[in-house]
Nanobody
Framework: QVQLVESGGGLVQAGGSLRLSCAAS????????LGWFRQAPGKEREFVAA????????AYVDSVKGRFTISRDNAKNTVTLQMNSLKPEDTAVYFC??????????WGQGTQVTVSS
């Protein structure tokens, strides 16, 4: 079993930055794709970014390209989402997730990000 715990959310003004971290425990995730998703009130959960075990970034959703950066540290079993130039529309609960190959098998509990205008 894998446990994912996010941290780093909070309240920030538009244009500001936040850094989200996700710590994995229970087993090594070297072979997993790790990703970030978000869910705004009244909306479906949305893919944000994903990265392979090798550190190769798979994709970003168009709305965050050039502003967000995903990275991972396999030695520490963590994945990080650096968010710059935040906008009010980035407000959401952010989740990290692990994909073993076919499905997003593991999810964290989420961390709230609120961007004020």
């Amino acid at each position: 079993q894998v446990q994912l715990v996010e941290s780093g959310g909070g309240l920030v003004q538009a244009g500001g930055s936040l850094r989200l971290s996700c710590a994995a425990s229970g087993r090594t995730l070297d072979s997993y794709v790790l990703g970030w998703f978000r869910q705004a009130p009244g909306k479906e959960r949305e893919f944000v970014a994903a990265i392979r075990w090798s550190g190769v970034i798979i994709a970003y959703v168009d709305s965050v390209k050039g502003r967000f950066t995903i990275s991972r540290d396999n030695a520490k079993n963590t994945v990080t989402l650096q968010m710059n130039s935040l906008k009010p529309e980035d407000t959401a609960v952010y989740f990290c997730a692990g994909n073993s190959g076919a499905n997003w098998d593991y999810w964290g509990q989420g961390t709230q990000v609120t961007v004020s205008s």
